[in-house]
């Protein structure tokens, strides 16, 4: 009686750990699909493409500083390199005399970063 008790108990943990996992995989919040490193490479380097810089303000004194971009009829005020989250995964690493670098650094699966250069003149 022992025995099937047991058996009866570890059937039961087995069909539990296997029912949580199938309810895991199918929440509806968590990406069912992964797409390749270079679909994700052409998807942040389309989404950076489109912002167009516009102008910058800086502060005489304060180190303040703001980089305009607009895309169609939006635009972008980015203050003190915070980025909005339209611009989420991409990061400012320099603002040079003539152009603005930024960085977007994929998933660790794919082990490298997305590097856009935008000209600050047209």
Not at 1 to 25: E, F, G, P, V
Not at 28 to 44: A, G, I, M, S, Y
Not at 61 to 69: A, E, M, T, V
Not at 98 to 109: E, H, R
Request: hydrophobic share 40%; charged share 15%; net charge positive.
């Amino acid at each position: 009686m022992n025995r099937h008790l047991i058996a009866l108990t570890l059937l039961m943990i087995c069909y539990c750990k296997i029912y949580a996992d199938q309810n895991i995989r199918r929440d509806p919040f968590l990406p069912t699909t992964e797409l390749n490193c270079q679909e994700q490479t052409d998807l942040l380097t389309k989404q950076i493409k489109v912002w167009q810089f516009k102008g910058t303000i800086q502060g005489v004194n304060s180190g303040y500083q703001q980089i305009w971009l607009s895309a169609d009829r939006d635009w972008l005020a980015i203050t003190d390199n915070n980025l909005p989250h339209i611009l989420f995964p991409w990061t400012i690493q320099a603002v040079l005399g003539d152009k603005i670098l930024w960085q977007a650094n994929l998933p660790a699966y794919c082990n490298h970063k997305v590097l856009w250069t935008m000209p600050l003149t047209k």
